[in-house]
C-alpha cells in the first residue's frame, strides 16, 4: 500500500520505484539490518538513489550518509562511537562511507 504520513516511529522508505531497483532495496534493508536498534530506533527516513548511496536522517539529528552496505557492521560502530561521543554533536552531516576515516559536516 501507500500512505502519506509514516506510522509514529516507522522510517520513510526512499527508492527510485521500479523492477530494476531490487539491488538498491537489498542495499538499503542491509542498512537497517546492521543498524543497533538504540539508532533505529532514531531513523526518520532511509533512501538510495542507487545502491552505493544509501543514506539516512535521524530525527532531530543529522544526516548520515552511508554509501553502500558493504562493512556495515563497522560502519555501525563508528557512526555509534561518533553520536555517543559527542563529536558529530554540531554536525549535519555524518559520513560514514569509508568508515576508517569518517567525516563530519555543517551544511551551509
Avoid: C, H, Y
Avoid at 561518533?82 to 576508517?100: C, E, F, K, R, Y
Amino acid at each position: 500500500g501507500e500512505s502519506d504520513v509514516a506510522p509514529a516511529n516507522l522510517p520513510v522508505l526512499d527508492i527510485p520505484l521500479g523492477t530494476n531497483n531490487d539491488r538498491i532495496l537489498d542495499a538499503v534493508l542491509e542498512v537497517v539490518r546492521n543498524l543497533p536498534q538504540d539508532v533505529l530506533d532514531r531513523v526518520e527516513s532511509v533512501g538510495a538513489q542507487t545502491e552505493d548511496t544509501v543514506a539516512f536522517t535521524l530525527r532531530d539529528g543529522p544526516r548520515v550518509e552511508w554509501g553502500s552496505s558493504q562493512d556495515s557492521a563497522l560502519k555501525a560502530q563508528v557512526l555509534g562511537v561518533m553520536l555517543t561521543s559527542g563529536a558529530a554533536s554540531a554536525s549535519d552531516v555524518i559520513d560514514v562511507s569509508a568508515p576508517t576515516l569518517p567525516i563530519t559536516r555543517r551544511q551551509d
